[in-house]
């Protein structure tokens, strides 16, 4: 046998439960982290699940109303032009809505796959928004709502070399946003400007108030801050968070401030990207086309 002095055999005990205490923390710890990512999957599963809910109406509905006015159209016909314009326009309408909602799940998919890429061109961002404003006019009549447009450009400023598709998706959301979150009979205020090769764009609507400290969630997936069966407002939770992947794919920032008195602003800031290619598509509306 071998002979341990006392002091000996008391280090090497100390030694030993020190060892557990240690061992006992970090269990404690995995153990923390395991619960936290399980609570994480359950609001995750939650989200998807609203999700889901949310937009089987969203696609369903405007479905509907396509079938239904389309077949009325094709079986009974109609003597009336007025009555085939009313019919022609709920369908663009709800055809619109429905390929809108489409093209945002679509390139969410993509961002959240990596799959998406940036393609440079060089686009005419007046003529750009000015177009997009026309295609939600509809959405802007029936809330009564109007949009003051203030390009702060030169002439030669208003070309500006970036992804002409990205750029688009990103207006197009922060617009439907605006006019979806705003309240009637208001007005939505866009700003663009172009400085030190950068393009500034701020959409600012009245509507009701954001918290200060949801101004992170509101960009994360599936996220909504009104919530349920009955909730005030359409959507699916994904426009945001496509703005934001839209933007970090461009090297841009992106911020919001929401103030008591119910304006909101949305700012992104997106500098002019680079090629090594002489001669650059052109592009007016998001779809390039080469002269």
């Known amino acids: 046998m071998l002979n341990i002095s006392d002091t000996q055999l008391l280090k090497q005990l100390k030694q030993r439960f020190d060892e557990n205490s240690q061992n006992l923390l970090e269990l404690k710890r995995a153990s923390e982290a395991l619960k936290k990512m399980n609570d994480k999957l359950v609001v995750s599963e939650a989200m998807k699940s609203d999700f889901l809910s949310n937009i089987r109406n969203e696609i369903n509905n405007p479905l509907t109303v396509i079938l239904g006015l389309s077949q009325t159209l094709y079986q009974e016909g109609y003597k009336t032009d007025e009555a085939v314009s009313s019919m022609g326009q709920i369908i663009f ?40 404003i026309n295609s939600f006019q509809s959405r802007l009549d029936e809330k009564s709502m109007k949009i003051n447009l203030n390009m702060l450009m030169s002439s030669i400023e208003l070309k500006f070399i970036t992804d002409s598709e990205k750029l688009q998706l990103i207006m197009s959301n922060l617009l439907s946003n605006a006019i979806e979150f705003g309240y009637s009979n208001s007005n939505i205020d866009i700003e663009i400007s172009n400085a030190n090769n950068e393009l500034l764009l701020s959409i600012t609507n009245k509507g009701a108030e954001i918290k200060e400290e949801d101004y992170g969630r509101i960009f994360d997936r599936f996220v909504q801050l009104d919530t349920g069966l009955t909730k005030a407002y359409k959507g699916h939770g994904l426009g945001l968070a496509v703005v934001k992947g839209a933007t970090e794919l461009l090297e841009g920032s992106l911020s919001v401030k929401s103030n008591s008195d119910g304006h909101t602003i949305f700012s992104i800031c997106i500098p002019e990207l680079k090629s090594d290619e002489e001669k650059l598509p052109f592009s007016e509306d998001g779809n390039e086309m080469i002269f």
């Open 93 to 132: 309408k709800e055809a619109w809505d429905l390929d809108f909602q489409l093209r945002t799940i679509f390139a969410a998919a993509e961002i959240e796959a990596g799959e998406a890429r940036v393609h440079i061109s060089e686009v005419d961002i007046e003529v750009s928004m000015k177009r997009l």
